[in-house]
């Protein structure tokens, strides 16, 4: 049996050690990449694995609450049974984690090319870790001037 609350913790530290890398190191080649397969990788193999044996019933899921344990994303009634178990949260938060790691990686290294100020980047990543659609649609809103300026928008 699994110790989801285990996965939930850990998947928790590997996301805000990728973050605490992106906002507070230096940005060196050697850095992002570890960003991107130490962090966004493994926290996307510990999804798929999940997510897979689960719904494979090669994973656990006793608290389930679909009938017969088959995922249903077709209606609000079926998505909120998939998040009724330890296991549909874990998985569907390691999801949103992978996603906004992505996210704050792609914002980092389009800042830098952009010659953008780590002041500025800090706090458009730090919403972006915390809510992230709406630190991406911030970034974009910032982003668009300045690619403009270096004509990449024309």
């Known amino acids: 049996m699994i110790d989801w609350g285990l996965v939930f913790n850990a998947v928790n530290i590997l996301a ?31 999804y798929g694995t999940g997510l897979i044996g689960v719904l494979s019933g090669l994973i656990g899921n006793p608290t389930a609450g679909t009938a017969g344990g088959g995922a249903d994303f077709t209606s609000i009634a079926g998505v909120r049974a998939i998040f009724a178990s330890d296991a549909g949260v874990v998985i569907g938060w390691t999801h949103y984690l992978a996603f906004d790691l992505f996210v704050g990686l792609w914002i ?47």
């Open 16 to 46: 805000a050690l990728g973050w605490a890398a992106l906002i507070l190191l230096p940005r060196r080649a050697a850095l992002l990449s570890a960003v991107l397969y130490l962090g966004v990788g493994l926290l996307c193999l510990i």
């Open 108 to 154: 980092v290294r389009d800042a830098d090319a952009k010659r953008l100020s780590r002041w500025v980047q800090a706090p458009i990543l730090l919403v972006t870790f915390i809510a992230g659609p709406l630190g991406l649609l911030i970034w974009l809103l910032l982003r668009e001037p300045s690619a403009r300026r270096q004509g990449r928008f024309r």
